[in-house]
């Protein structure tokens, strides 16, 4: 079905209109690395005067922002097409060009990592506009190598783990499916495939997960492989940087205490009773008495409507409006200029995601629209992204990136206004339909985010101790299935292969579990914004607006909001409970 979303394609001159351009550019930064390194490398006389201090900083800035429009570029145009050679060589290009720079600028954070106080005292009035930036660089002192060693570790990646990450990027891209529907044989990619899970036929559902984790099933060696080499490489990084624990290195990048992580992870894995008592709810509404874990995703009732680009793209324009007009407008940028792409391609990446790099330029999204609820879902998401990029461009390019914990607030944020939306607009017949989808939304963002942290865990141990097998990485996934999903479904055999198919585990270790912290503070936030806090608005705008200048914790005092306090997560999973679940049981 065609939906209009095929020749929806970003336009990426913004950024640069030829390769030339911008390997001129990159030679150009090259040098000026060099000169920074030979004029600021005396750091004792550096901290003496704060003046040089913030004028080093200042070129560290423009040296950065230059360097993330050229990796923004290349990524883009990785993202559109993982199997064009000619941009395979421009991306390795990149990728060098970046480790020889970052080599070159290494040692100015070291300094600031490894600054006494006296000398943080003297210079940080100076640098008040840089100040999260410098403080970031000082939680990491105890973890910090010197810079010999940092610029190993640097250069050894672009042939270590980055090199797997693109590898299993470009061998999973290409998966290509032959699906049997409605009398004919289509050729589909995965995110085509993986749309299916909501199909309203059951066979077709089972028999979509059976073929898509076969497919990665057929590469488990080289899967393996991959994924054994990341995950060896990053705990043994962990533990040369004096991390309690490999997790511990995420935890610190995200500006959170493990304590606060494993009061998470244990609330979460708790409320998978939740979990357990949706399911066999949803098998009464489909009058079955078990249902599989294929059927995860199975709409409820009638089948939803599918939406074209132009409904799609309206629905999201409205329910942003909804909310702030600065957020329509916003919203607006992207559908008129040409900053999303939406069309489905080959060889283009799967899933979706928004892209925000330098605060001189703005973010860019990508999605692969299929015309399903769940896009229109995605769609809001990306834009909630693209807004908190877009409103963070008032800080500079060292406070500009949120730590991954708050990464996900605006765009979890959105999905709630959407939420709104769709119930004020759908047909009465599919409320509990949408109820029902918008919860498993909820579980897989929080309790399935919270089942991968504890498999990478488990997987990272295991790993790190003696390697593990295809089959044995399997094994470990599949019993956080059970621990998720209890009796409340069957399992399909194939499912214990899913882990294969999750880019996160290889991209960004311990990453999942930062959607899972998102979501639940965005349902904490959006019940102040319900109860009509006074001021929410505006100090909604202000915590986007203020991106990565300050801590997590700091960045949610206006809200009244304490990360340490087990009741405020568990909050989240009673709102579920209430709202959500019990609206579904009263249907019955």
Not at 3 to 23: C, F, P, R, V
Not at 566 to 582: A, H, M, R, S, Y
């Amino acid at each position: 079905m065609k939906t209009g979303a095929e020749n929806i394609i970003w336009k990426l001159n913004d950024l640069y209109s030829s390769q030339e351009n911008l390997k001129e550019d990159a030679d150009i930064l090259i040098k000026k690395s060099k000169n920074f390194h030979e004029k600021y490398h005396d750091t004792k006389s550096l901290f003496k005067d704060p003046n040089t201090s913030l004028e080093a900083v200042k070129e560290l800035e423009k040296i950065y922002s230059k360097m993330s429009r050229i990796s923004q570029y290349v990524s883009l145009k990785f993202s559109e097409n993982t199997s064009s050679q000619k941009t395979k060589k421009l991306l390795s290009f990149v990728e060098n060009t970046e480790n020889e720079i970052e080599s070159n600028l290494l040692f100015i954070q070291i300094a600031f990592s490894k600054m006494n106080d006296t000398e943080f005292k003297k210079i940080i009035d100076k640098l008040s506009d840089y100040r999260h930036f410098v403080e970031s660089a000082r939680r990491f002192r105890n973890h910090t190598l010197s810079e010999r060693e940092e610029q190993i570790i640097v250069h050894k990646d672009s042939t270590g783990s980055n090199a797997f990450v693109r590898f299993y990027i470009q061998l999973t891209s290409k998966y290509a499916f032959k699906m049997e529907m409605d009398g004919k044989v289509q050729n589909i990619n995965v995110s085509q495939l993986r749309s299916l899970r909501m199909h309203p036929d059951a066979t077709i559902r089972e028999k979509t997960s059976s073929k898509l984790f076969k497919r990665y099933k057929k590469d488990a060696l080289s899967i393996e492989t991959a994924y054994n080499s990341v995950a060896k490489d990053y705990d043994f990084e962990a533990k040369l940087r004096n991390y309690l624990t490999p997790n511990s290195m995420r935890n610190l990048q995200n500006e959170v205490d493990d304590s606060v992580v494993d009061t998470l992870v244990e609330t979460t894995t708790k409320n998978n009773l939740l979990v357990n008592k949706y399911y066999k709810l949803k098998a009464k509404f489909m009058n079955v008495e078990k249902l599989k874990l294929s059927d995860a995703y199975a709409p409820i009732g009638k089948s939803h409507k599918n939406f074209t680009w132009e409904e799609a793209k309206e629905f999201v324009r409205k329910s942003f409006y909804s909310f702030h007009p600065t957020f329509g407008k916003i919203a607006d940028e992207f559908f008129d200029n040409n900053w999303i792409h939406a069309a489905l391609k080959p060889a283009k990446s799967g899933g979706a995601f928004c892209s925000y790099a330098d605060p001189q330029h703005h973010p860019y999204v990508l999605v692969n629209f299929t015309g399903q609820i769940k896009d229109v879902i995605a769609l809001g998401h990306e834009l909630g992204h693209g807004v908190h990029g877009y409103l963070s461009r008032k800080q500079n390019i060292l406070q500009y990136h949120t730590p991954l914990t708050m990464a996900e607030t605006a765009s979890t944020f959105a999905e709630m206004l959407l939420m709104d939306h769709f119930l004020k607009i759908l047909p009465s017949e599919e409320v509990i339909p949408f109820v029902s989808s918008k919860t498993e939304d909820l579980f897989a963002t929080m309790n399935r985010q919270n089942m991968f942290t504890r498999f990478e865990r488990f997987a990272h141990e295991r790993i790190s101790k003696e390697g593990a097998s295809f089959e044995e990485l399997s094994d470990i996934y599949e019993k956080e299935l059970h621990i998720m999903f209890g009796d409340s479904l069957s399992y399909n055999p194939e499912y214990r292969w899913e882990w294969s198919s999750v880019p996160h585990f290889f991209h960004t270790p311990f990453y999942c579990y930062a959607y899972d912290f998102a979501q639940l503070m965005v349902l904490s936030l959006y019940q102040r914004y319900k109860e009509g806090m006074p001021n929410f608005k505006e100090k909604y705008v202000k915590l986007l607006e203020a991106g990565g200048s300050d801590s997590p914790q700091n960045l949610l005092k206006p809200f009244g909001i304490d990360l340490k306090d087990p009741n405020f997560w568990q909050g989240g999973f009673e709102f579920v409970d209430t709202t959500l679940i019990k609206r579904l049981e009263d249907s019955l």
